[in-house]
Each structure stands twice: as structure tokens, then as C-alpha cells.
């Protein structure tokens, strides 16, 4: 008996597994920086907005100082500023809305307790008695402190 001649070829390895589809570890990583990046993106565009309305609060105020200094009217000055403050104040508690008197100080007070607040109780005189006076550079440094304190608008966590 021959032997048949058999040439025998060497081992031949497969190709190196290609870059596409990527391996599911992969996929996670995508899936998990575009969850970051749209988690960013949504934070940021959320901060900005925050930022125009805190901007556009104390425009509004500043507006209201520059009318009265055109046009002198105390009692109208006296009611822009008391309706923004309330505006703003009511985001922290619906109540203060109909508070007056020494309540709607301590509310003023509790929001922002480091700002001297009297100048701004002084407002209501002014609401109910248009012949009263009214210091409006301490009430426009006054309200402008307080409003950059009580426009952040802190999460109260409920029991």
C-alpha cells in the first residue's frame, strides 16, 4: 500500500473581528454619555431661563424707579413694587398674597432674613395714603436686595 501524498495546509486564523457593530459594552457607554449630555443640556437650558426671569424681575423694578423719576407719581411707584414683591413672595407661599400689615413683614422678613425690611413695610402707607413720603432710594435698595434673595426659589421638602 502507498501512501497518498497529502500536503497539508496550515492553519489559517480567522480575521480580526471588524469595529462595526460595535460590542454592547459599547452601546452602554453611548447610551450613558448621551443620557449625561442630554441631562446637561436640559439643566443648563432650565438655568438660563431662571436667569432672564430673575433678570427681567429687576428690570422690572428698576423700570418702575425710572418712572417715578420722570413722572414723580409716588402712589403708582409704591404699587408697582409692592405687586412685585407679593409676585415673587407668592412663589414661596400662596398666602401672602392677602397678608398686610406686620404678617406681610415677617413674611418679607422670613424670605430674606439677612435684608433690612422696613423701608419696605413703608410701602403700604404709601398704597393707602398718597399723601405720605416715602424714601424711594432706601425702598429700591431694599427691594432689590431682597428680591436677589427670594427669587432663587428654594424646594421645600414636605413631610
Do not use: F
Not at 454619555?33 to 432672564?52: F, V
Not at 413722572?71 to 400662596?94: F, I
Amino acid at each position: 500500500m502507498t501512501q497518498p501524498n497529502l500536503q497539508l495546509r496550515d492553519i489559517h486564523l480567522p480575521p480580526p473581528p471588524g469595529w462595526w457593530p460595535l460590542a454592547p459594552g459599547w452601546w452602554i457607554l453611548i447610551a450613558a454619555c448621551l443620557l449625561l449630555m442630554g441631562a446637561a443640556a436640559w439643566w443648563w437650558r432650565r438655568r438660563m431661563l431662571e436667569r432672564r426671569r430673575h433678570a427681567a424681575v429687576l428690570a422690572e423694578l428698576d423700570r418702575a424707579r425710572d418712572r417715578y423719576g420722570n413722572d414723580g407719581d409716588l402712589p403708582a411707584y409704591a404699587r408697582e413694587v409692592s405687586q412685585l414683591l407679593r409676585r415673587v413672595a407668592r412663589r414661596h407661599d400662596a398666602g401672602v398674597v392677602v397678608q398686610q400689615g406686620n404678617a406681610w413683614s415677617a413674611s418679607l422678613q422670613a424670605l430674606a432674613p439677612k435684608v433690612d425690611v422696613m423701608p419696605l413695610a413703608s410701602l403700604e402707607t404709601v398704597l393707602y395714603r398718597p399723601s405720605a413720603t416715602l424714601d424711594v432710594d432706601a425702598v429700591h435698595r431694599s427691594a432689590d436686595a431682597w428680591l436677589r434673595v427670594a427669587l432663587p426659589v428654594r424646594r421645600r421638602h414636605r413631610a
